[in-house]
C-alpha cells in the first residue's frame, strides 16, 4: 500500500513571499489533516478534513494560511505571506472515514520549509 | 483544553536496561491516548494506541485515569529502539490528536 505523499520535501522562501505544500493521501481515505512541526515540538493540528469538507480548522492562522481538498482526494496548503516564524515541517496525515470509527492516521514524510 | 505533557526532552538508557518514558495529559472527558514513534530518517508511525492493549515492539502502555498517565515501557530496551517518542491525545468528538513535545529515546550499547 502506498504512503501519503507530500511534496516538496524542502522549501526555502523569504518573508512575505508565499509558498505551496501538495498532499495525496492513501487512496480510499476520506479524512486527510495537515499538521505544523516546529522545531522542538510535537506536531500542531492545523486543519482537518472529512472528503472536501472541512471539519477543524480552529488552530488555522486564517490570516494568512489556507488549504483546500477540492476533490476530496489531493490537498494543497498555502502561506501567504510567509512569515519567519512559520519555518517548521508541515506534516500530511490521512485516515480512513471517520464514521467508520476512530482509526490509525499515517503520516507523510512532511514538507521542511524555511523562512529566511 | 486538552495538553499532553512529555517532561523528558531525552533518555538514555543502556541496551538491555528497563525504559519508561512519561506522559500525562490534561482532558476533563475520556481521551484515547496514543504513542507514536519516528525513527531516525523515517516518517511518524503509531506505535500503540490504550485501546487496544497490546504489546509492540516489547513496549506496552497502560492507561492511568486517576493518575492521568499513559507511561510508556519496555523491560529491556534493544538498540533499534533508539527513536523520537510521542504522547497523543484525541478527544471528544474530534479526530484531531494533540501531541506532546516528544522525548527522544537513545539506547547506549
Known amino acids: 500500500e502506498a504512503g501519503v505523499a507530500q511534496s516538496p520535501r524542502y522549501k526555502i522562501i523569504e518573508k512575505r513571499q508565499s509558498v505551496a505544500f501538495w498532499c495525496n493521501p492513501i487512496?480510499?481515505?476520506?479524512?486527510l489533516y495537515w499538521y505544523q512541526q516546529i522545531l522542538g515540538q510535537g506536531p500542531k493540528l492545523l486543519i482537518q478534513f472529512q472528503n472536501n469538507g472541512v471539519v477543524d480548522d480552529s488552530q488555522l492562522p486564517k490570516d494568512r494560511f489556507s488549504a483546500e481538498r477540492l476533490k476530496g482526494v489531493d490537498s494543497t496548503l498555502k502561506i501567504q505571506p510567509a512569515k519567519l516564524e512559520d519555518s517548521a515541517v508541515y506534516l500530511c496525515a490521512s485516515s480512513l472515514d471517520r464514521s467508520a470509527g476512530r482509526t490509525e492516521a499515517f503520516f507523510g514524510q512532511g514538507t521542511r520549509l524555511t523562512v529566511v | 483544553a486538552q495538553r499532553v505533557t512529555q517532561p523528558e526532552k531525552l533518555l538514555s538508557v543502556f541496551k538491555g536496561a528497563p525504559v519508561e518514558l512519561k506522559c500525562n495529559y490534561s482532558?476533563?472527558?475520556?481521551?484515547?491516548l496514543f504513542w507514536y514513534v519516528q525513527y531516525s530518517r523515517q516518517r511518524l508511525q503509531l506505535l500503540l494506541r490504550?485501546?487496544s492493549r497490546e504489546s509492540i515492539k516489547g513496549f506496552t502502555a497502560d492507561l492511568n485515569k486517576g493518575e492521568t498517565s499513559f507511561h510508556l515501557k519496555k523491560p529491556f530496551a534493544q538498540e533499534e529502539d533508539s527513536a523520537m517518542y510521542y504522547c497523543?491525545?484525541?478527544?471528544?468528538?474530534?479526530?484531531?490528536?494533540?501531541f506532546g513535545k516528544g522525548t527522544h529515546l537513545i539506547i547506549q550499547p
Open positions: 487512496s480510499g481515505h476520506a479524512t
Open positions: 490504550h485501546i
Open positions: 482532558y476533563s472527558g475520556s481521551p484515547e
Open positions: 497523543a491525545l484525541r478527544g471528544g468528538g474530534a479526530d484531531g490528536l494533540t
